[in-house]
């Protein structure tokens, strides 16, 4: 692109811009101190890069010995020919001093053709707190995992985010709530969308509820891995029981069986597999 195209006035250059494909866009950001205050001040015209995967991380990786929480997402890129890329990984770091930035991104970003998600985060729940102020369930997510351990002061931040997924294929949880009371009737309200389920909790964490595994069951028609790594028998004889019962209460062409996948860890080291 004639980087001369920049002498143009902002409010005109504001309307240019969306018609541009990201991936020339960044090039004339690179070279021009225009565009970003074309960007900033015109953002509401602007094309946003569409998010196709992202994750949050703790990161202790740095010399000063002060962790920081690392961002990672890739760039969903469409070619002048229509066909789609993905860009390499990218990512930043933030204190979490620093935290509050994440809403600047993500006002930044397009969400709704996210892919993956995966957050795996030991404190600093309120990155997912965040995030979930912007996630509105758009399209449907191929994998989305969740991993939060010393965040039980904090645990709404992680139940308010698990509310809003309605719509994903392969659901991951690693929650380690010990000793929180989480609500008996709590849900997961995925619909007609789950493939694959794995859960797991440990240190007294009291998460799965029956009415929450016969939601799930009774809704994705489509589920049939599963997979539950818990310290409590009395939950596992629950979830065996609620999941047997809902698999055989369905009809599949007349037949009213299915081939299910049912993996139970144990948190002494044995496994149980059926």
Known sequence: MDLNIL?????????IFPDIPWKQLINIKLSSRKFNYV???YLRYMQKPKIDEIGFFNDYTHNDGIGRIRVTYKILITGANGFEDISDLKE?????SEIDKLHSF?????????????TSLDNHSEVIRIFSDYYHNPCRIGFLCVTVRNCGKDVNNTLSFLRKIQNVERLMLDLHFPHINIPRDFIIPVRNSLKMLDICEDNDTAFINPRMIKYIVENNPNLCHYRFELDNFETYKMVIETVVKEELSRSYNGCFH??????LGISSGEVLSE
């Open 106 to 118: 993500f006002q930044k970003v397009d969400l709704t053709s996210l892919c993956d998600v995966d």
């Open 258 to 263: 299915r081939g299910i996948s049912l993996f």
């Open 7 to 15: 002498s143009l006035l902002p409010e005109i250059l504001a309307k």
């Open 92 to 96: 930043f770091f933030l204190l979490p």
């Open 39 to 41: 960007t900033e001040n």
